[in-house]
């Protein structure tokens, strides 16, 4: 007989919560805010698809993460930069 079987869930969850609440910081949160806005998408969708179901919330933030990372390196940014390009262009002709 399992040892947890007479306690009702809810007292269970309320053990759970109040021994992993203290574990969250969010200044961590506040910070990527104000680094960089897109980073806070993946974390968005784990935690929301987490209340779904735990594994369908870290395959989802998995795959947001994958995407923004295959989109980024898709499309990387390029600088010119001007007097060097002068330099060669010279070279050249």
Known sequence: MPAFYYIPKASLAAVI??????????????????????????FAVTFLMSFWQVQYG???????SGALLLYSMARPQIKVL????RNLCKQVV
Not at 21 to 26: E, G, I, Q, S, T
Not at 58 to 64: F, K, R
Not at 82 to 85: A, K, M, P
Request: one cysteine or more.
């Open 82 to 85: 001007s007097s060097l390009y």
């Open 58 to 64: 870290i395959i989802g933030g998995v795959a947001v």
């Open 17 to 42: 919560i109040c021994a992993v609440a203290p574990m969250v910081d969010y200044s961590v949160v506040a910070k990527m805010w104000r680094i960089r806005k897109l980073d806070l998408l993946p």
